[in-house]
Every structure is written in structure tokens, then in C-alpha cells.
């Protein structure tokens, strides 16, 4: 689906024009145009690719989606796969679905194709027409504002496993600690390992686009990219962090739930003793011998109870202490 | 055994031609041949080492074959070896079979010989037949399609582990996970490290085929090369992803089947502790002590039924609320 | 807020100056200017950006906060981002609170503006201005001291970590290792991976700094730069030495917990064989038979006593020998 | 002690000749001298350093042994210590020893000095002096000789090692998994570590055999060093492979014997349950009522136990089904 | 303190002289003066540092101490700080003290200063003297020398961990495996990392020392410093192999004494059934049933007892043949 084809002059939107005119426009040099696609059919995207002229390969890669993040060159075409993250649903705990987004950035066209992904780059538009200064610097600031937005909606998501861990980690010390926070400690770690398929590659990626020798389109905007570039490092820094307390977190939740089922054993075992002492002397109470002089004592029966009940408040009072209890 | 022998001039088929000629078509500029063996005998690739002018070493590693994968230079000569990845029978969890197909590229000509592997490349023969634009790239370019065509099909492999993964994934924190789930991550982890083997030193040699100087075959097609590798690139990625997820889940499964058998321990402690309290009653009232008055109580017998059900009521509901029972 | 805003002349304090006379004092060859902002308003901090000519980008970041550690070159500016570190309070563990210090290196200014963060760097200035000779090399030199003053203070808060590391091995081979324990060392690891994400950025980024080719502004003072850096790599070998042992400090930990659990049920089911033992010699003698000879006897009773305890005692002195009691 | 000391021109041999001698060898271009030690007395080492003219550092690398694996150059001379590996006796897990070949290479010797090996090699100089084509290409082709003879040795070890794993791996899952399982891994880890230490630093020297600049001695051979290299490389990977899954089936092996014998303890305290209950059930009817109607039916006695029967089997077969028996 | 301070010439030793002389025999080209400080006073290390011309810098790190092991280069000259460990005491499991010696190289002179280290370098000094044709070489030998003697000491810290850890290895699989093992263990490592914080660091550094462009005074005895960075190299190989080997030993010795108290758990819990049949057959024998023909038997009572004594050998020679006892 086309969901914009916008003409370009020195910043400054000129006009919506027809896909068919599209190469005209690109044949003038100090325009640029900028299209917008939404899954697009085979023939929307033969189109294009004539239109502009892009590489077969790059156009396969755009039609099947499923790249890993990627920017390449195909002579002075550059062409990206990003990888757009989104919840599934508004649930908080709901997983994350991939999409993505192809771009071909050339000389004088940028070109959008998205796939699984809800929200568009409208606002990018918005944004980069009300700023024509900047919009003046062409396809290569385009590139730039979509790869920005992208990032950037990268942010909440780390937010939210890092704000979802750090409620795990208070769970994991308080006594009875249910299975379910590991089940949650291997939820959250599904969803980085998403996160950082994302951001690993496209970040080796972007640290080509500024610094000694970069792409064509990214002259005169490296130091945009450099932030790009920023972001995506700080990113990665924070999921190998999280990484790490995640496994260090589930490791040490085992181990305390594995502490908090032994303490139950432990108890009840204490318990058992306490129970099995009267059951001794009870026995003993219960022999047949005929010469058993307490039997015969008037205050034998409450000896008999007494007793039982001096060793088990002895053994209760041992075993508290030894926080067996 | 010979499969084929074909000589192509100008990306189309000239003829099958017996193995003797193929030194004259060679030295014919504009064409190139195309030969295939499978498992040959010492014989049928002297012949071909003669005919083609082979380097010894290559020749002795595409013989006894079981050579790590790799893409090597001999002068002007390309030799790459490849393991082919095929599931050994038809069963949901059959092992991986690894096989090999060494390839040598030389100016006008390329050589593929296959070991322990069905499958054949009959149908990059016909892709490639059918396409004479890409054909007219010569040698370089069937030496592509012969990658590509190996590389594509570690897809499935590596779609059915991830989908194995998942399935076990459900498994782990079901509250009865059966000890052969730990067995299933096992094996996968075992597929998986075939994968790895056949994937990781090729996605490294054939960095060495795009961008910077490369082989001389390879002029003109870098671009597919760049692609080869961004698809064994993705597998990577895929794969390391899932072998860290493997060991979590390892980690994590065995806590759990622990966890379990301890619930189970708990648990028969809790009734151990149910049954031993009126067998403790009992013994009480089971004293010979002549003085007991409960004994000659009317309602005595009752009573002590009585106490014993409460006393166990009471412990019923009191572990079931702390989750013992 | 503006802290401090003050002119040099060949490493000597020429005056405090008003923020509108900046520009005037940079445009003179022999000068530079110091400014320290402390959580600036967006209008100081434009006023700022104007006075010295500041890359928009890099006003953004400082100006935001919340960024990574680096050090970038926008031209012949120098931007910079320290994380200060902090302790929240005055306890003994308190948690660190990460504060941010953004500094601009141009030829002849230094501008600081710190975020998050109680200590201010009026130390620092008050050491510069009893250094003149020192002073003298301009703005990169009072770079240098900043950059050392915040590195400085992540000693002590490494010392800390070492010490409370210390202590915590001390505990943990004791007999009753409390799983405090694991809790102090989780919370540990959780300050070290805080120190490290401060550390380890600004160590790579510091390396750029000395040898080879380093910005204008550091010529000159390269040395003291890489002093700087040596006290970070050091840091960070230290990071990682402690890193790898609270991992294995952990494992033993709850390894050392399990077996204390064990213990005392290994203990407490001794303790269950010495008391059933008599129960079961006492329901013997309790069976009703008519012909057992022993219940006649003179000294049944206390013989089935003695009975009892030699088996007790025997079992006692066999479990202990065994280290089960 | 000398084992050989040979002249060799045009690839051919010239003569045995005396250790005295072989500076004049040495002297004819034509001709290089092959000379083989096992386990020299100083003064056969001091001779030989004199008649080659061997640098002091090597000679004492040499002399002691017990060098890490390595490829150095003395100006044009190269000087490699391998690492021989054997297994210390028949017996199927005999240890590894570890033992050393230092060898010089100069532009027309080699002298081999092996310390701590059984297998001398007799074989490569048989088999070199049968293809005099290739002996031709001098000390270079002899060194290639003698490091395949060592790398080729590892392979056979290697693939005990492998076997054995497989065999341990068997046994993993079956139920009654000894403990011997944990000590063959750990043996196993052990092995290879002595093999991946022999291995990996050869491999990282090996590298600069081939390709780019080679020392002088290996122009003209470096394809043979490639397969040299090849071969470590193959054997490096294996190593990891192997050690990744040691390290797996240690953990899982550990986790499985754990599982086991909380099975049984879980087992031991079902049947504690079936015995409890008759205990019980028989205590409440040894209790000294007047007033006890069960007591006085005809069928009283069977009714007791028939009782407990009922109630047993009931908990037999739950827990048969519940899978704790 | 001033432990020597000695002018050579041409590789002999010219005089002792007074530290006021030094810059005399420095200005003098032929000849170089070595001194050796420990733990020096301020005044001392001023006096060396003006005699010297000492970077302000280096002077602070000497004069500190608690600097990681580095060779840095200021101007032409080379200044050095090796980490020097000694037993505390001699006592076989002594912890390890960290000394550390700093180093300044120039053109004609060398400078020790020692701290926290009880071995001097007396033994260097002599053997230089008794080899005037390499200390002929000048201060970069001398340099090498001290750097050798330090990194030779490490050896026997190294093998007296390697023996340790065998001998531990050795106590793992013995069956009452005390957790005095896993103290062993861990000690070991804190150690191990004390050398690795040693050793790491100063390979790094000396790798700058041989090969390609090197510090002036290292010239002429690049491969002396080869030969120090090859032994640190083995001492690096060594101590990762025993680290890992250290984690393995950890890991399975956790597990192992886990197996072991489960056992006298499982062992226990046997005995316990094997007391409670009598236990529940006396009970039944207990009951008060009119009605009961066995109590009337003449061989009543020994068939009871008969009857718990064959019910109990078969329970225990079941438990043997399943290895529960």
C-alpha cells in the first residue's frame, strides 16, 4: 500500500505527485522524493524498483522481510533493514512483536517499505517538514529521522524490562518467593534477547555511517548518525547489563526456592520429632510388664503427661532457637 | 560417480560432454564447464585433477573428505569445502546427518564433489539453465548459487530447532515437568552445535568474498557473496541467540523437576505429620496406668476419636494455607 | 544555575565575568573561560550555546541528560559525559545514585554543567588556581582535572565494594551462613554493574585522548590523560576481578546454604531413628500375647528400659562418629 | 643422544654423517643437514649449537623444556616447540603426557631436539626420503613434515576424546546414573584441556606461516602450512565444541543424580506413609477404653485389619498413579 | 631507603658512588648508573627525580605505589611498574602479598624502587656483574633482567596453585568429601586472581617490547624482552586453564557433597522403614480385641518377632541390592 510520495525543493515539501512521476522528479537535482510504503504488493514494489532503479537484490530483500538489521551499499544506493518492536497488546506482560522496516536512501529518493509494524512515520514527516533548515540536507537526514524514530521507540521497551526487573528482584529475598517470578525472570529474558537481536547488528551497523570514510547520502550529517550510533550503544550497554543481573537473578532464585521448600522440610521434620517423643513414652506407658510400679502410682497418668509435655517444651524451645522452627 | 558434465558458452548449455574433453573446452575463453561428482572414486578424480590442473592438497582434501568448512585460495583457484545438514530420517527428532561438498572454481570451469549427502544440486542446474543473464557471470556466479543453495537450506534446520525450543519452553513450568524435557534440551543443544559447526568458519571465509580485494572469480558477483553471508550472518545470530536461551533453560528446568520432586517430599511430610498425630493420642490412651479417668469415661472412646479429628482438621487447613499440602 | 563563571589569563584568575561578556573574553587569543553550571534552566543553557557557538546535538545531551559515557569531537570542540557516582545516603549500604557531568573543551573556554550530582568541583578550581604554571595549558588541562576529580571519587566506592566483599567471605563458610548473605552479595553486584557502566564507557573513550592522534585542545597534556586512563583501566581490572568472584561467591553461597538445610535434616532424621527405636521395643512389650515370659519377670521393665538406651546410646556414638549428629 | 644426522642435496640423501662435520654441510648451498636429538646431554646440545650457529635463548628454550607451544624467529632462523601428546599407557583412560619437540630451521638445516616422547620420526624422514621431489624444497618442506607428523598425532586423541563423551552421554539419562558419570567428565575436561593447550598457541603461530609475509625458510611450502593450520583450526573447533557440551552434561549430569535421589527419598517416605496408617489405625484400638464397641464384635479383629488393608492399597495405587512409588 | 648506587662502564661496575654524583656520570655517554630504592622517603625520591630529570607524573605513581603493572614511555624514557607476590608466610596456605617494584629506564641510567617486598634484587645486580658482555648492553638490560627475576618468581606461586588444586581434585570424588574442599577451592581462586592481576596486565604491556617499532632503549634486546613476554604468556595459559578447571572443580564439588548428604538422608529414611514395620505388627499386636486367636498361641509371641525379623531382612537386603544402604 502507498501510504505517501512527497516531492522535496530545498527542504520544502513541493507537492504529492503520482508514483508514475517519480522518476521525473528524481532526474532533477535539487529535488529529492520521499516514499512511503505499507506491505506492499509484488507489483507496488516492481514499480518502485523501476522507478528508481534499485538492485535486485535489495528488492528481494525488501519483498520477503525476515533480513537480520542491516545497512548496505549498493554502489551509491544505501539500503537498511530495521527492526521495528512492538507490544502485542496493551497487557502489561504482553510479548513483543517484530516488524520491519527496508529503506533505499539514493542520491535525490528515500524509499520506506514497512512490514508487521502498527505505527507508521508520519510523525517523522511531521516533524522533518516543520524543521526545512534541516530537511534541506536531503535524502541523508531523512535516513537519519526514520532511523531516530525507530531507536528511540526502542527506549520505552528496555524501560519496561528494566522496571519489570527490578520489581522481580524485590520479590526474590521475601521468604516465600513463588515459582512464578522465575517463570517471569524467563519471560523478561525472552524479550531482551528480541531487543537485542534488534539493536546488536543495526549498532556494528550505524558505526560505518560516520567517522573516516562514510556512504555519499551521509556526507554533512555524520554527526547525526554519531548520535544514532549513541543510542544504540547505550542501548546495548543496558542490555548486557540487564542481561547479566537476569542470570544472576535466576540463579539465585532457584536457589531460594530450593532454601524455601528445604525450610518447609526442615519444619516438619522438627515437628515430627516433637510429635514422635510422646508417642515414645506412651509406648513405654503402654508395656505389659506386671511390674510396672508407676502404673500403679496415683498421679502416674499426669507424671506420664507432664513428662511428655517437659521434653517437647524443652525440644520446642532448642529448636526455635536454632530457627529450625 | 560422474551426475554431470556440461559445457556452457555465454550463460547458455553447449553440450554434456564426456569427461575426456573437458581440458579442450577449458581452453576455449568464452566457455566454462560445469562438473559434478558424487563420492568419486580415486580414479574419476585423478582424472579430474589431470583435466582441470588441480592442486594436490585440494584434491587430497576433497577425497578423504571430513575437512572443516572453508574457502581457500590456490593461485588463481577457489576451493571451498561445505557441509551439507540433513536430517538422517524422517522421524521428529532424527539427528542430523553432516555431509560435504567440496568445490574448486577455477577461471573457465567449476568442479563440485559430494560426499555423504542425498540430496543433490540438480535443481541449482536447472535455476541457474533458466536464467542465462546470471549464467553469462561464468563460474563465479554457479560457485554462488551452490553456496547459496547449501546455505538455504540450513533455514528449515534451524526453523525446526526454534520451534522444538518453543515447544519444550511450554513444558518447563508445567507443574509435572517430566524429566525429558531436560533430555529434549540436551539433544537440541547437540543439534544445534552441528549447525553451529558447519555454520560459523563458512559465514567467516566467506567475509573474504565481497567488498576489499577478493578472488579473482568472484569479480562481478560480489554483491550475491554479501548475500551469502548475510543469510549464514542471520543463522549465526539465530544461533547464538537460541544457545543462550538452551542453557537458561537447562538451568532453569532443572531447578524446576527439583523443585518439584520437593514439593512431593513436602507434601508426604505433611501427612506423615497428619497420621502421627493420633497415633500419638492413641498411645496416650493406650497407657496401662491404673489411674486414668478418661478410660472409664462413657464417652471417653468418642472423645478421643474426636480430639484426633480436630487436632487434624486443624493441621489440614492450617498447611493447606501455607501451600504444603 | 550558574556556579561559577570566571576569565584566565596565562593560568592566573583575571576576574569573575558576567555570562553576556563571555564571547568578548573567548574572542581574545590569551584568554579562556570557565564556566560550571549546575542543572542549568533551558534559557541559561541557550545563553551558553550562544555565547560559545555550541553544536546543537551536543546542547541537546547536555542539556537532557541521562547519557552514556563518551567523549566526542564536534570540530575542534570537545564534548564530553561523565557519570558521577554517589551515595545515596549516609548508611553503610546505601544504594549509589548516578549523576551526570557534561563538559565542552573549545580552544579557549571549558564549560561544565553537572546534573544529579550534590559535589560540586570547587576543589578542583581552588587547586588549579594555586597551579598556574599548570593552569597555564589552557582549557584541555582543566579538563584533565575534572576528568581525574570524578574518577577519583570512584576509588572509594570501589573500596567499598572490595571491603564489603571481604566481609561477606568471611561468612559464608561459617556454619550457619544466613542467606543475608546472598542478599548482600546480589545488592553488591548490583553497585558493581552500576560503577562499571560508568567506568567502562569513559575508559574506551579516554583511550582517543593520548598516543597517536588526539584532539587540538589535549595536545600538550596527553600524559596526564594517560594517567587518567591508567587509573580507569584500573578500575575496571578491578571491576572485573570482583565480578568474577561475587559470581563464584554466589554459587558457593547458595551451594553452603543447601548444605546447612541438608544438614540439619540429616540431623533431625538421626535424631527420628534414636527415638523410634525405643517406640518400637515399647510396642513390642505392649503386645498382648499371653505367653511372653519377659513380662513376668522381676526386672522386665527396666530391662526393656536398658534395652532401649544401650540401643540409644549406641546409635547416638555410631552417628556421631559419622557426622550425622 | 643422537639419533640421526643426515646430508641431503637436490632432495636426495647424501650421507650419515658425523656431528662434527656438519658446519662444512652447512657451508655448500646446495645441500642442508637434517638432524634429529632425543633428549641431548648439554654437550651434545652445546655441539650443535656451535656447528649451526643457534641463537642462546633458543638453545636454552631447547635445553629445559617445558616451553608453551610456539613459532619464534632469530633473524633467519625459525625456532618452533611443539607439543607431542601420548597416551601414558595402554589402558583405555590412561592420562595424556605431555611431551616436546623443539626444532631450528635454518636456510639449509634442521635440527630436531624431542624430549619426553616415545614416537620419534623415523616415519616422516622414511617417507620424506621416498618423494625426493618434495624434499627438494629443503628445511622448509622438512619442518612442514615433522609439524603434520605431531598435529596428525592429536587427531586419534581427539577422537577418544569424542568417543568417550559419546559413551558418557549414553549413560546420562539412563535412571540409576552412577556418580562415576561426573568423575569420566571430569576426567574427560581434563584431557582436554592438555590437548587444547598443545593446540591453541601452535594454531595462533601457525598462522603466520601462510599468507602475507612468511619467514624466509617457508617461502614456496606456505600451502602446506595453510593445511597445517587447517588441520589445528579443525581440531580448535572441535575442542570448543566438546567443551561447551562437557560443561552442559556436567551440569545436567549433576541435576539428573540429584533427581535420582530425591526419587528414591521420595519413594522411602511414600511407603512411610502405607506404614504409618496400619500403625495408626492399630494404636487407636490398643487404647484402653472401657467402652470400646469394636472391641467386643466377634469380627472386630479382621475388621481392623481389613481396614488397614483397604486404606493402604487405596494409598498404593494413588500414589502408584501420582508416580511417587 | 638507598639500597646501591653503582656507575658502570662498558658492562663493568666503575664505583659506588653518592647520589649527589649521579648526573656527573650520566653526562658522561660511556657510562650508566643503577640504583635501587626501598620504599624511599619523599626527600630520597626528589633527590633521584632531580638527578634523573623524572617526569612529575611517573614520580607520583612510584612514590604512591598501588599502581597496576604498566610500561609506559615518557619522551625517551621508559618507566615500568611489575607487581612483585610473595607468601605472607610459610605456611602452606598462606595468602599471597602484593609488592611492586617501579622501574625508570633512560638512555644511561635505571632506577628501582621497591615496596611491600621483602626479596630484593641483589641477585640481579650480582649476576649482571658476572656477565660484563651483556650488561654491556646498558639499562635496557639491566631492565630485562629485573623483569625477569620478577616474572621467574611467579613460577613457583603458579605451581604451588597447580599442586593444590590436583591435590584437591584428588579428595572430590572421595565419598565423605568435606566442604572443606570447596573453602580449598575457593581460597585457591582468590589467589589465582592475585597472580592473573599480575600477570595480565604486564604480558599486554610487554608485547610492545619486541617486535616491530619498540622503545629506544630496548633495542639491541628485543629478543631478551620476547623471551619474558613468552613466559608471561605460558603463566596467562596457565592460569586460565586452571581457572576453568577451578569453576568446574567448584561446580561439580557443590554438587558431589550434595550427593553425598542426600545419600545419608536416603540411608536414613531406609533405616526408619526398616524400624517401623515391628513398629506397626507390634501395634496390631497391641490391639485389645476380644477376639484375637494369635494372642492365645503358644509360639504366639516368637512367631510375632519372627514375623518382624523376616519382614525387616528382606527390607534390608532389598535396600542393600538397590544400594539404598
Given at each position: 500500500m502507498l501510504i505517501n510520495c512527497v516531492a522535496y525543493e530545498n527542504g520544502k515539501k513541493l507537492a504529492d505527485i503520482p508514483a508514475a512521476d517519480i522518476s521525473n522528479f528524481v532526474a532533477r537535482p535539487e529535488c529529492f522524493v520521499w516514499v512511503a510504503l505499507f506491505q506492499p504488493t509484488n507489483e507496488e514494489l516492481d514499480e518502485m524498483a523501476e522507478e528508481f532503479g534499485l538492485h535486485p537484490l535489495a528488492v528481494e530483500d525488501a519483498r520477503k522481510g525476515h533480513q537480520r538489521p542491516k545497512i548496505e551499499e549498493y554502489e551509491d544506493v544505501l539500503f537498511a533493514v530495521l527492526h521495528t518492536l512492538e507490544a502485542?497488546?496493551?497487557?502489561?506482560?504482553a510479548p513483543l512483536t517484530e516488524g520491519e522496516v527496508a529503506i533505499f536512501v539514493g542520491r535525490n529518493y528515500i524509499l520506506s517499505v514497512r512490514h508487521?509494524?502498527?505505527?507508521?512515520?508520519a510523525d517523522v514527516r511531521a516533524r522533518c517538514e516543520r524543521e526545512p533548515e534541516l530537511l534541506r540536507n536531503g535524502p541523508g537526514f531523512v535516513f537519519y529521522a526514520l532511523m531516530d524514530a525507530v531507536v528511540d521507540r526502542y527506549f520505552p521497551i528496555l524501560d519496561s524490562i528494566e522496571s519489570d526487573l527490578e520489581d522481580i528482584e524485590e520479590q526474590?529475598?521475601?521468604?516465600?518467593?513463588?515459582?512464578s517470578n522465575i517463570e517471569a525472570l524467563y519471560a523478561l529474558k525472552q524479550k531482551l534477547m528480541v531487543l537485542k537481536h534488534a539493536v546488536d547488528p543495526l549498532m556494528e551497523a550505524s558505526?560505518?555511517?560516520?567517522?573516516g570514510r562514510v556512504p555519499q547520502v551521509c556526507v554533512g550529517v555524520q554527526e547525526y548518525f554519531r548520535d544514532v550510533y549513541d543510542h544504540l550503544y547505550r542501548i546495548h550497554g543496558t542490555i548486557e547489563g540487564i542481561r547479566e543481573m537476569l542470570t544472576t537473578a535466576i540463579q539465585v532464585n532457584v536457589g531460594m526456592i530450593s532454601l524455601s521448600e528445604n525450610e518447609v522440610t526442615k519444619k516438619l521434620a522438627a515437628w515430627a520429632a516433637i510429635i514422635a517423643v510422646p508417642t515414645m513414652v506412651a509406648g513405654i506407658y503402654g508395656m505389659?510388664?506386671?511390674?510396672?510400679p508407676e502404673l500403679d502410682w496415683a498421679f502416674g497418668y499426669p507424671f506420664a503427661i507432664g513428662l511428655m509435655a517437659v521434653i517437647d517444651l524443652y525440644l520446642y524451645f532448642r529448636f526455635r532457637k536454632a530457627h529450625w522452627l
Amino acid at each position: 500500500m502507498l501510504i505517501n510520495c512527497v516531492a522535496y525543493e530545498n527542504g520544502k515539501k513541493l507537492a504529492d505527485i503520482p508514483a508514475a512521476d517519480i522518476s521525473n522528479f528524481v532526474a532533477r537535482p535539487e529535488c529529492f522524493v520521499w516514499v512511503a510504503l505499507f506491505q506492499p504488493t509484488n507489483e507496488e514494489l516492481d514499480e518502485m524498483a523501476e522507478e528508481f532503479g534499485l538492485h535486485p537484490l535489495a528488492v528481494e530483500d525488501a519483498r520477503k522481510g525476515h533480513q537480520r538489521p542491516k545497512i548496505e551499499e549498493y554502489e551509491d544506493v544505501l539500503f537498511a533493514v530495521l527492526h521495528t518492536l512492538e507490544a502485542a497488546s496493551e497487557a502489561p506482560d504482553a510479548p513483543l512483536t517484530e516488524g520491519e522496516v527496508a529503506i533505499f536512501v539514493g542520491r535525490n529518493y528515500i524509499l520506506s517499505v514497512r512490514h508487521r509494524t502498527q505505527k507508521g512515520f508520519a510523525d517523522v514527516r511531521a516533524r522533518c517538514e516543520r524543521e526545512p533548515e534541516l530537511l534541506r540536507n536531503g535524502p541523508g537526514f531523512v535516513f537519519y529521522a526514520l532511523m531516530d524514530a525507530v531507536v528511540d521507540r526502542y527506549f520505552p521497551i528496555l524501560d519496561s524490562i528494566e522496571s519489570d526487573l527490578e520489581d522481580i528482584e524485590e520479590q526474590i529475598f521475601v521468604r516465600n518467593a513463588a515459582r512464578s517470578n522465575i517463570e517471569a525472570l524467563y519471560a523478561l529474558k525472552q524479550k531482551l534477547m528480541v531487543l537485542k537481536h534488534a539493536v546488536d547488528p543495526l549498532m556494528e551497523a550505524s558505526g560505518k555511517l560516520y567517522g573516516g570514510r562514510v556512504p555519499q547520502v551521509c556526507v554533512g550529517v555524520q554527526e547525526y548518525f554519531r548520535d544514532v550510533y549513541d543510542h544504540l550503544y547505550r542501548i546495548h550497554g543496558t542490555i548486557e547489563g540487564i542481561r547479566e543481573m537476569l542470570t544472576t537473578a535466576i540463579q539465585v532464585n532457584v536457589g531460594m526456592i530450593s532454601l524455601s521448600e528445604n525450610e518447609v522440610t526442615k519444619k516438619l521434620a522438627a515437628w515430627a520429632a516433637i510429635i514422635a517423643v510422646p508417642t515414645m513414652v506412651a509406648g513405654i506407658y503402654g508395656m505389659n510388664f506386671k511390674n510396672m510400679p508407676e502404673l500403679d502410682w496415683a498421679f502416674g497418668y499426669p507424671f506420664a503427661i507432664g513428662l511428655m509435655a517437659v521434653i517437647d517444651l524443652y525440644l520446642y524451645f532448642r529448636f526455635r532457637k536454632a530457627h529450625w522452627l
